[in-house]
């Protein structure tokens, strides 16, 4: 009896000095951590990192970067059933612990003491909010010590509600998903206050294994993982058998869901984001920053298709390069090779990769996948001339069997009125931009055929020859030093010697004829090369560059010679866009800007621009850069080269207040269309990165013009046309398109009475607001004089 008193005397003295050796080594282990623990007081203030969208002029969402998606929820919109499938999964002590649950850490002791390994970590739902947001996730001993400290000091500053929210916001569930609000949305479509039970059970299941036991990737596992859940929520009252055996039958049902918002303006979206780099740093990423563009969706659409659709014509014109690639060994419905045979080849916009899978005479059958098959008959494949290595095309195709064999792989896309049609991916490029005339906004903007395809932005970075596309400048600055639109220029060959030029240089027209005594006006519509430089050789080069410059052209993209008349110096179609919105606006110089606003994450306004604008009165004016009587008549001639000129495809779309110049550099390297409306100004451009050539008869009028015309129709579409006001100082007068003289000894009496009683100079600037027919008769066409 005495001894077994002893043996109770010396395990209480033990069970006290283990406590007491316990407790000092907790305390010495407290002052030493001490010191390096955050401040848990931070969690008040809580910045969840959420990712930078962006936004169009209507608000949908184009584009957002960040890895981490998240939707913070309050803890008061959280339902029941969540958190208790999460304390069920996770902490089933958490109402009754400090933040520590000291049985959960004394099984993780003894299972590392049996096996050697850390499989439990004993981590409490405060333990996991002091690591997610006060420590790094590796896992050691020296960070468990301090996840158990900060544990204990969360529990005795903020609520267990204030935890719980912390915790369902934070923690990661698979595929970018950071919290249940974005988990929610993610897996199900759904806000956390739409999920049926088995739902929630679901989410409650991630945190252990988010990326493997998610119900996308592993829906097996999900269910296992699901009813683990379900089945702790019963066993501690949480729902009822009948709920039970309810979510329990349930399927695991699920697919990732992709915020709304548009496959659009990929290449706008990447301005946005390198700006936002340069305002604001690393925070762009993780500041929930909402940017909302100047893009106006519909238009953005429209200019996405404009481009691709002028690369497939240009495409086709120049023959079928072949399959992307062949099967060997072709099996007849075998629909699950034929899949496989799809994912290797690469998907871009609007092109649709299919397998051969049947050729008859005239139309072939391709599958899709998806156990869908379309049928390309011989309108859709016809064009398919096969293109030779040194880029002729060999004869064109009578049966379907010339241009493909059974188990190609191929594109094919779909056009309008719904008809698949064989295709291939353009080595051709091209590029749209469009400006608001008045302020500048970028309402549409396309620097490539596909942003997967290639990520430069040729609206942007590209730096092109003009092209012909310059020689409106020069028309401008004549008519301001006193030429006139009817002013007579010799359209005759002409020889620059090497003294001039450095080497000798024969420039000649397009056409290689010459017309003899040209008006401007005419000189200006059919793109006359050799009218251009010796107006530019009277005017001056200097007094030239002098006004690119005023159109915002930098001085070092000029050059200092004759070939200027060509446009052989450098510009985007973004600086092209800005030099042709003058010519809409009335005169002024305009700034394109595409950010409209910035708002942070709260909804707070942190940036509105304020652009300068064509307006009376306003606060931020643009500055006028030509008079408005010369504009009127330079307007005009613009106007010719539409109704009369080489850009008269414009006419299809059946407006008469559309003007602007077609550009062509040389060898044909390089396809400008550079037009507008008083609504709207747009610039497309077609070429080769290489600069290589385009080939014979591919100017802007084939090549630009038609992008630029899909666009505007779509894009005019139901706005009203717009002219220009006539300036006081304007007369109209009629000139012999023969001899460019007024029309009449009567006529030229007449209009010098008028101009003399109205101190009006008779021999200054001409335009016109009427001109010929596009038929052989000639009419006395209508000048306006000032």
Not at 88 to 108: I, K, S, T, W
Not at 271 to 287: A, H, L, N
Request: with cysteine.
């Amino acid at each position: 009896m005495n001894l077994m008193f002893k043996w109770l005397k010396l395990l209480f003295f033990l069970i006290v000095l283990a406590v007491i050796c316990i407790g000092l080594g907790t305390f010495f282990l407290y002052r030493h951590y001490y010191p390096q623990l955050p401040d848990v007081t931070k969690l008040s203030d809580v910045e969840y990192q959420l990712p930078l969208r962006i936004y169009s002029s209507e608000g949908e969402l184009l584009s957002q970067f960040g890895d981490q998606k998240r939707i913070p929820v309050s803890i008061s919109d959280i339902p029941v059933d969540l958190i208790h499938a999460f304390l069920a999964a996770e902490d089933d002590r958490f109402y009754q612990h400090p933040g520590v649950d000291y049985q959960g850490l004394l099984r993780a002791a003894l299972v590392f003491a049996r096996t050697g390994k850390k499989k439990q970590g004993g981590s409490t739902i405060t333990m996991q909010v002091a690591r997610n947001y006060l420590l790094s996730s590796e896992r050691t001993f020296d960070r468990k010590i301090k996840e158990i400290f900060l544990s204990l000091e969360i529990d005795k500053n903020f609520s267990k509600q204030e935890i719980l929210e912390l915790y369902l916001n934070k923690i990661y569930l698979g595929h970018h998903a950071y919290g249940i609000g974005a988990a929610a949305y993610t897996y199900f479509g759904k806000q956390v206050s739409e999920l049926s039970l088995d739902q929630v059970a679901i989410l409650a299941g991630l945190p252990k294994a988010p990326s493997t036991d998610n119900p996308v990737t592993n829906p097996a596992r999900a269910k296992q993982r699901r009813d683990y859940v379900l089945r702790r929520m019963r066993e501690l009252g949480f729902i009822s058998d009948q709920q039970y055996q309810q979510a329990l039958g349930q399927p695991v049902i699920s697919k990732i869901h992709y915020e709304q918002k548009q496959s659009l303006a990929p290449f706008m979206a990447e301005m946005v984001r390198q700006i936002m780099i340069e305002w604001y740093g690393e925070e762009t990423y993780q500041k929930g920053f909402q940017v909302y563009t100047t893009i106006h969706t519909g238009l953005q659409k429209q200019a996405e298709t404009s481009v691709r659709s002028a690369l497939h014509h240009y495409s086709e014109r120049h023959g079928y390069s072949g399959p992307v690639a062949h099967v060997e060994h072709f099996t007849a419905d075998d629909t699950a090779s034929w899949d496989q045979a799809l994912t290797t080849v690469k998907s871009y916009q609007g092109l649709v990769s299919a397998l051969v899978v049947k050729v008859n005479k005239l139309s072939i059958q391709t599958y899709t996948g998806d156990n869908s098959l379309q049928t390309i008959p011989w309108q859709g494949l016809k064009w398919a001339a096969k293109r030779n290595r040194n880029g002729t095309l060999s004869k064109q195709p009578s049966r379907a069997s010339q241009i493909v064999a059974t188990g190609d792989l191929i594109y094919i896309r779909q056009e309008k009125h719904n008809d698949w049609k064989l295709a291939q991916l353009p080595e051709v490029e091209g590029a749209l931009v469009a400006l608001n005339p008045v302020n500048g906004a970028i309402l549409a903007l396309q620097g490539g055929f596909d942003f997967k395809k290639s990520k430069f932005n040729r609206v942007t970075q590209m730096q092109r020859q003009p092209g012909s596309g310059f020689k409106p400048i020069i028309y401008l600055t004549a008519l301001e030093k006193g030429f006139t639109a009817a002013s007579i220029v010799n359209d005759a060959p002409i020889v620059f010697d090497a003294n001039q030029t450095g080497d000798e240089w024969r420039p000649e027209n397009f056409s290689h004829k010459f017309a003899g005594p040209t008006r401007l006006r005419v000189g200006l519509r059919t793109s006359r090369n050799l009218v251009s430089i010796r107006l530019l050789r009277d005017i001056g080069i200097k007094a030239v560059r002098n006004k690119a410059m005023q159109f915002g052209l930098p001085e070092d993209q000029l050059p200092g010679s004759l070939t200027l008349a060509l446009g052989s110096g450098a510009a985007s179609p973004l600086q092209m866009a800005r030099v042709f919105a003058a010519f809409a606006n009335g005169g002024y110089l305009i700034d394109p800007y595409f950010i409209d606003r910035i708002e942070s994450a709260d909804g707070e306004l942190l940036f509105q621009s304020d652009p300068k604008t064509v307006c009376t009165g306003c606060q931020q004016q643009a500055p006028r850069i030509f008079a408005e009587d010369v504009h009127y008549i330079m307007h005009s001639m613009l106007q010719d080269v539409v109704n009369n000129g080489t850009a008269r495809r414009a006419k299809s779309l059946g407006r008469s207040d559309l003007a602007g110049k077609t550009g062509t550099t040389n060898d044909q390297r390089d396809a400008w269309f550079n037009g507008y409306s008083r609504a709207m100004v747009a610039t497309a451009w077609v070429g080769f990165d290489s600069s290589k050539p385009l080939g014979p008869r591919e100017t802007g009028s084939l090549a630009a013009l038609p992008m630029w015309i899909e666009f505007m129709k779509s894009a005019l579409k139901g706005k009203p046309e717009q002219t220009f006001s006539k300036p006081d100082n304007i007369e109209d007068v009629e000139i012999d398109p023969d001899t460019g003289l007024l029309a009449s000894e009567f006529a030229t009496k007449t209009i010098r009475e008028i101009f003399r009683s109205q101190n009006k100079p008779v021999d200054y600037a001409v335009s016109a607001s009427k001109t010929t027919t596009d038929s052989e008769e000639k009419h006395d066409e209508l000048e306006s004089l000032f």
